[in-house]
């Protein structure tokens, strides 16, 4: 069984006392860690899919690497439209630079692969994987058909029904839905962006976001809309039979 822990939209600030929308998040994040520190410290991978430091300044990734220890190993990490890609791309472990400048990574099993996607348009808030990167992922799924997949990328691919966050998704989700749908093996994706969870089909495979770390949305709101709960975290568990599960967890204990 192989465990993976998904973190998104954590938020951070190199000054830890700073707030977002009147909620201060380096403690959101520490608590996070503190509960996956308890429950399961044995994960395999624990996968950031994007906007750790809203400030987007290398210092907050020093403290974010700081935080994580002894576990910056098993970390992988992919931008959102918050993030500094150089400055992860130089920082942490296992990321791969790829076509048109953008970033990735691949964890290859007996049983499956986890591959990690670029969705940043520089200076934009919405996303876009570009032809590029979508070629290329064409390359590794046909080079890799008998592993199951799952994919992280930072924007969802599918509508999440809150007009304001359906303009800034996933821009060529149609492209991308035409290339998996060649690609069964892709059963899963797992992306961050909107700050709430969702479940949608999508081809093949079926996406979930992740609340997030840091302030929480509302879902199906014509405008942003905080939700006050507490920070959330995803755990993926796959079985070699392709067998698989996903469950949230919430951290209402501050460190």
Known sequence: MHR????????LFTEKATALREIVTWPRFQSVLQHLRQQFPDFDLLVLTGDIAHDEAAATYDAVIAELGDWIGKVRVIPGNHDNRAAIANRFPGVQPLCSDRIHFVEQWSDWQIIGLD??????????????QIQWLKERL?????????LFLHH?????HSPWLDKIGLQDAAELKLLLNEFPQV???GCGHVHHEIVASFGHATVFSTPAVGPKFRPRTEQLVIDLGPPEYRLWELAPNGSWT????????QP
Not at 4 to 11: A, F, G, K, P, Y
Not at 246 to 253: A, D, I, P, Y
């Open 142 to 150: 046909t080079a890799s058909r008998s592993l199951r997949t799952l």
């Open 119 to 132: 969705s940043q348009l520089s200076g934009q808030v919405a996303g876009s994987l570009g032809s590029d």
């Open 4 to 11: 993976i822990v998904q973190l998104t939209d954590c938020h």
């Open 156 to 160: 969802p691919p599918v509508p999440v």
């Open 187 to 189: 059963q899963l994706i």
């Open 246 to 253: 996903t469950q949230l967890f919430q951290c209402t204990s």
